[in-house]
């Protein structure tokens, strides 16, 4: 089955204590992003890949670091967390074309609580 | 890439047609648009995309008049289980390059009631 997973699914922390957020497809996809999801702001891109040693910043990046030393893999770190990044998180996965937009599959999210 | 605007809310009635509209005036000539559909504490879910005119598929339809500074979704015959929030997103994944970018809106709460 086609699929995004994210683990942890819920996760209360403390801040400044290191954690990581894995993400993983199958679908053999280029293309794979962080989003994080607060209320009345929608979904704000954190990072995105484009292939595999190829990372970029989206809107809201501080805080955040990524990796993507093998293409299935998009891990998200966070070095120090803070309260303020509490929230829940989305890893998404797609396949661009050479033209137009290709579908993007997301996981299930990831609530993370930073006390 | 292009900034969308949405309605925050919407209210509709089963059995209804419901069209949300997104306004992106400063979409880019090579910028598709996508929309997508959000239960709450799940992932966004792909509903249709399309370029210009019309596009259909089994569950909406999406309508893009000719200047492509807004589009249309439209969702027949609505049911309490289309509650949820719709977002519009417009941008373009390329290969090559930068400006990978996606930048989703705040989206609109569909409210769909008996």
């Known amino acids: 089955e086609a699929q995004v997973t994210q683990n942890p699914r819920y996760l209360i922390t403390v801040t400044g204590k290191k954690l990581t957020v894995t993400c993983s497809q199958n679908m053999n996809h280029e293309y794979m992003s962080w989003y994080r999801q607060d209320p009345g702001l929608g979904l704000r891109q954190i990072y995105y890949?484009?292939?595999?040693?190829?990372?970029d910043k989206g809107d809201v990046p501080e805080g955040y670091k990524v990796s993507r030393k093998e293409k299935r893999n998009f891990p998200l770190i966070l070095e120090s967390p803070s309260p303020n990044q509490t929230s829940l998180y989305f890893c998404?996965?797609?396949?661009?074309?050479?033209?137009?937009?290709?579908?993007?599959?997301f996981g299930p999210g990831t609530r993370l609580t930073v006390l | 890439l292009a900034k969308t605007t949405q309605p925050i809310s919407m209210d509709s009635y089963e059995g209804q047609e419901v069209n949300i509209t997104c306004s992106h005036n400063?979409?880019?000539?090579?910028?598709?648009i996508t929309w997508y559909q959000q239960f709450p504490s799940q992932g966004p879910r792909f509903i249709i995309q399309?370029?210009?005119t019309k596009v259909t598929n089994e569950v909406a339809s999406l309508f893009i008049p000719a200047d492509r500074k807004s589009s249309t979704l439209s969702l027949p015959r609505v049911s309490l289980s289309d509650t949820a929030v719709y977002y519009c997103l417009v941008g373009d994944l390329i290969l090559t390059g930068g400006g990978n970018k996606l930048t989703f809106g705040t989206g609109t709460q569909l409210k769909v009631e008996l």
């Open positions: 400063n979409i880019a000539t090579n910028d598709y």
């Open positions: 890949s484009m292939n595999v040693e190829v990372t």
């Open positions: 998404a996965s797609s396949k661009p074309r050479d033209r137009g937009f290709s579908e993007q599959y």
């Open positions: 399309g370029y210009k």
